[in-house]
């Protein structure tokens, strides 16, 4: 989609239609009242009507800003893709309330979505054009267009990445997320370092190594690096990237193992942020790590009863397979740990259980760690970008859970209680004790992939994190 500012007033712009945002009927014509009232618009559920004889599109929304107005925007877009519109113009005053920028292009771009690389019948992809009248904002016309760019930036990374995700695992494996790193370190102007298997086993990477030395695809540790002059400061962002998922020789039922593409999307969130920071100016130095890794069995898989050596010398017995997403988490957490100094927030993004669909649905990411004060800034950046959040608790109980009797750790509790959280308690192991209140865990589960749209989310990977993080660093820019 295209999206435009013009500083025409409306009735100069041509366009196809005009899209009407109806908060009360009030603020239409007698006419258009009539219209609506005879059709039973419904002001409170984002109810949509074209009228052709006067090219106007209205959709309604009980509130004009936030969520509802990009839920607003969504309903709006995903209906007139069905028409034969090509141009639409908006005027950013709408109920006599001036509308903003980033909610209008978050609630167009990621509600136009769609995944249609693989469809034999294509139909003719429409591109669209918005126009947004800025005639009559209050607002300087420099920052309504930093403001557009912005938006832009992060809706095209949340796109790109929900387009990784999609991708199926014959398509997509370690070494083609490798190549999308280099890309992205191209475009941006980041450092990329790619490593393999033979830096793996060099440097104590066993844990991470192993869950995927049964695949035909080399492992690949992958690091981007953001680095601006005079940086403020040091983020780390640490990605779970199983470009598939078989459960190894823990084989996930048939049904289980559908849609397991999508384990990679903690690594492609990190892909995704890290292509947006230039765009957004970030004065933050900023490392995105991935452990991009295919689970698969063989003669060669590794096995329950193993026992791996993590890359900071803790032993952990293999009790579970499948409980592979944490195996490497571990390495990477002390990858970047011994590879980093002085940082300020670290943040693990993961597919990792799901124990946290059940504990908070398929909306909500799991996030824990130790400090509250951090949580809460994460809370209210998950307040300002529209993704949910969930706390999960650590407690003093539940490290109990993870005692091995032939090893430090096992990576999978005999109890199918408070799954989440002890996954999040054994990732708790690699992470360095002078890090331990800079760093969250986020459990991304069920808020990163989803058979049944929800919100602007159309079917399958939705991105999750993204905008949650990004919406974090530029509060820490201010």
């Given at each position: ?8 007033d ?8 005009e899209l009407?945002v ?6 239409l ?11 039973s618009f ?9 009228d052709?004889?006067n090219?106007k ?13 990009k ?27 001036e509308?903003k ?10 509600g136009e ?20 009248s ?14 557009l ?9 949340v796109?790109m ?29 980041l ?12 440097n ?15 492992s690949k ?7 601006p ?11 779970k990237?199983?470009t ?5 020789l ?8 559908v ?9 492609s969130?990190?892909l995704?942020?890290m ?6 100016n ?6 995105g ?7 698969m069995?063989g003669g ?42 002085d940082?300020?927030y ?16 398929n909306?909500t ?43 430090d ?15 999040g308690?054994?990732l708790?192991n ?5 890090n ?14 989803s ?7 159309s079917?399958?990977?939705t ?16």
């Amino acid at each position: 989609m295209n999206i435009k500012l013009s500083k025409k007033d409306l009735k100069n712009i041509n366009s196809d239609i005009e899209l009407v945002v109806v908060k009360d009927l009030k603020i239409l014509s007698k006419k258009e009242q009539k219209l609506l009232k005879k059709i039973s618009f419904d002001l409170k559920s984002f109810d949509t009507y074209f009228d052709a004889s006067n090219n106007k599109f209205f959709v309604s929304s009980s509130k004009l800003k936030k969520e509802d107005l990009k839920l607003c925007l969504c309903s709006a877009i995903r209906a007139i893709k069905k028409l034969n519109i090509k141009t639409i113009k908006l005027d950013l005053i709408q109920n006599e309330k001036e509308l903003k920028i980033s909610e209008i292009v978050e609630g167009a771009v990621l509600g136009e979505y769609e995944f249609t690389k693989y469809k034999s019948k294509k139909e003719e992809e429409k591109d669209l054009e918005l126009i947004v009248s800025i005639s009559k904002s209050k607002k300087d016309e420099e920052q309504l267009n930093k403001d557009l760019k912005e938006s832009l930036s992060i809706t095209s990374s949340v796109n790109m990445v929900r387009s990784i995700i999609n991708t199926p695992p014959e398509d997509y494996f370690p070494a083609t997320m490798a190549n999308d790193a280099k890309k992205i370190a191209s475009e941006n102007g980041l450092e990329c370092i790619i490593h393999g298997e033979e830096y793996l086993i060099k440097n104590g990477m066993n844990a991470m190594f192993n869950v995927g030395r049964a695949s035909r695809h080399e492992s690949k540790l992958i690091h981007l690096s953001y680095k601006p002059k005079d940086a403020k400061g040091k983020i780390v962002l640490v990605g779970k990237g199983l470009t598939y998922d078989s459960g190894g020789l823990s084989l996930k039922s048939g049904a289980g193992m559908v849609s397991m593409k999508c384990d990679k999307s903690g690594g492609s969130a990190v892909l995704g942020i890290m292509n947006t920071l230039k765009a957004l100016n970030c004065e933050y130095e900023v490392h995105g790590i991935i452990g991009a890794v295919e689970n698969m069995i063989g003669g060669d898989a590794y096995k329950p009863d193993d026992v791996l050596v993590a890359k900071n010398g803790k032993t952990i017995e293999v009790r579970n397979t499948d409980a592979e997403g944490r195996l490497v988490l571990a390495d990477c957490l002390c990858y970047a740990q011994d590879e980093i100094e002085d940082i300020d927030y670290m943040f693990d993004y993961a597919t990792l259980t799901g124990a946290c669909i059940v504990a908070l649905g398929n909306e909500t990411i799991g996030t824990m760690g130790h400090s509250d004060k951090l949580k809460a800034k994460m809370q209210k950046a998950a307040n300002s970008s529209g993704e949910l959040i969930g706390i999960l608790p650590f407690n003093r109980y539940l490290p109990a859970q993870l005692k091995s009797g032939i090893a430090d750790i096992v990576n999978s509790t005999s109890s199918r209680a408070a799954g989440s959280i002890t996954a999040g308690l054994f990732l708790d192991n690699f992470v360095k004790k002078e890090n331990k209140k800079k760093w969250l865990h986020l459990d991304i589960a069920g808020a990163a992939y989803s058979e049944s749209p929800w919100g602007y989310n159309s079917f399958g990977g939705t991105g999750a994190g993204i905008r949650l993080t990004l919406d974090f660093i530029k509060k820490l820019n201010k």
